[in-house]
């Protein structure tokens, strides 16, 4: 996959989007809505439930329904870190307070995954605390430099956990070494003596997460100053090289429809991708499984030929619309065992630079490719659905008019469900848009309308 070489930074009330561009293309992109995030969280909670059967504990975390912690995950409720297998019934009980991590998000009828094994992440290293494993990135190569990274781990963590990402090759020992002190220093200074349950360290937002894996020279483009002052304070802690490359965008055209953003997030959102020079993908997402279809459509190319232009495309799309789980791939069927390792080592390396270590596990005796993808926040799909996007995208319209055209107040007609999502959960980006616009806007539900249906009026 191409290298991110530009990510773009856009907030509005109660939303922050980035986008991560390859050559002008959209490789990422990622979405933070309102105040409460959750995933990489540190919680103080309390279990309430054990279920032997399940094998797993919930914990109350603060959030509407408890979080679901697993006996596997919670081996490091104890100390030293109990034994795979054991019962959650030997590792915590009910009304135990506990230090938990969030990483799944909420979904459905299911509480916030946990786990007992905090990870502080960094732009160079995951501090495992709890942990006395010291792990390099298997994108890491050269055996020599492995051996670097690990002395200067274990030097500096004293006995703790430690994972060196791929970031951390060829770094200054100086750099790497004050990383893992600075990451040793936020576990040292968590407060666990607080009210239960309660945050007790709130993870990066998305744009400084997009800042800690952006490539050496990427730029960052961000279209609001406050924003860009505290991502300039977390590059000159964090990531000092990459100070000098941060920009305000000030132009009156916003910053996704200046790089033609907006249209890419709607074609990820299609089933149908064309490929370069013809031909075409199909994907569709089931319960069970993403299946990906690769047409020819009359390109005139040879099946490879198309099969390897596929093979990068799917590792753009995977990780543009974040998809996971089990993935498989019907390719042309490429002829013979030499052009199957050709498709097979072409799709390897399209999807190595994936922000999440994507496994290519071969062909079936179907024909077909299997992978499998951890996902590490919700689909494209679910993301940019439902009253809750719609909502953003109506605040983000409005203050677009009050741009091009000036007015006392504004008006949105919108359906129910938007219009309950503004009045309740989205409360505060709805004023956050008031503040800037002088008046909260009016809104107006029809219940004829489509979520995405809303209209903008001037009054």
């Known amino acids: 996959m191409p ?120 732009t160079l290293a995951v501090l495992m605390p709890l942990g006395n494993e010291i792990a390099v990135s298997r994108r890491i190569h050269r055996r020599a430099e492995r051996e670097r990274l690990k002395e200067i781990a274990a030097e500096a963590t004293g006995g703790m956990g430690v994972i060196l990402r791929s970031a951390a090759e060829g770094v200054d020992d100086d750099r790497l070494f004050d990383e893992i002190e600075r990451l040793i220093g936020i576990w040292h200074s968590l407060d666990t003596s607080g009210a239960t349950p309660s945050v007790v360290l709130r993870p990066l937002g998305a744009a400084a997460l997009a800042l800690g894996e952006a490539p050496d020279g990427a730029r960052i483009v961000v279209d609001d100053r406050a924003l860009l002052n505290d991502l300039a304070d977390h590059a000159r802690k964090w990531r000092p090289d990459l100070a000098s490359q941060l920009a305000l965008h000030s132009a009156d055209e916003p910053l996704f429809a200046r790089h033609d953003v907006e249209s890419e997030i709607e074609a990820a959102l299609d089933p149908r991708v064309d490929l370069p020079g013809g031909g075409s993908l199909v994907i569709e997402q089931t319960a069970a499984l993403v299946a990906i279809d690769v047409n020819g459509g009359g390109s005139g190319r040879t099946p490879l030929e198309v099969d390897l232009v596929a093979a990068q495309e799917i590792a753009r799309q995977l990780r543009l619309r974040n998809l996971g789980g089990l993935i498989v791939v019907d390719f042309l069927r490429p002829r013979g065992r030499d052009e199957r390792d050709t498709v097979f080592e072409a799709l390897i390396e399209a999807c190595a630079d994936d922000r999440v270590p994507v496994q290519v596990m071969g062909w079936t005796r179907a024909g077909l490719v299997e992978l499998t993808r951890p996902r590490d926040r919700p689909p494209l799909a679910e993301t940019m659905s439902g009253a809750v996007s719609a909502a953003h995208a109506a605040l983000r319209a409005t203050l677009a008019a009050a741009r091009r055209h000036p007015a006392g107040r504004y008006r949105v007609l919108a359906a129910p469900a938007l219009v309950a999502y503004l009045q309740g959960e989205g409360r505060g980006a709805l004023e956050a848009a008031g503040r800037r616009l002088g008046a909260v806007p009016e809104l107006v539900a029809e219940p004829g309308r489509s979520v995405h249906g809303f209209e903008i009026a001037a009054v």
Do not use: C, M, W
């Not at 059967?53 to 697993?70: E, K, Q, T």
């Not at 919670?74 to 991590?101: D, F, S, W």
């Open 3 to 122: 290298v991110i070489d530009e990510i773009l930074v856009s907030a509005s009330p109660g939303e922050v989007r980035v986008a991560a561009l390859s050559g002008g293309r959209l490789v990422d992109f990622a979405v933070e809505r309102g105040a409460d995030l959750t995933l990489g969280a540190v919680y103080r909670g309390r279990v309430v439930r054990v279920e032997g059967a399940l094998g797993a504990a919930f914990v109350d975390i603060g959030r509407s329904r408890p979080g679901f912690l697993p006996a596997e995950a919670a081996r490091h409720l104890v100390q030293p870190v109990a034994p795979p297998g054991t019962a959650i019934n030997a590792l915590t009980g009910e009304g135990a307070q506990v230090l938990v991590q969030a990483i799944r998000p909420e979904t459905g009828d299911k509480g916030v995954g946990l786990t007992a094994e905090i990870a502080l992440t960094g």
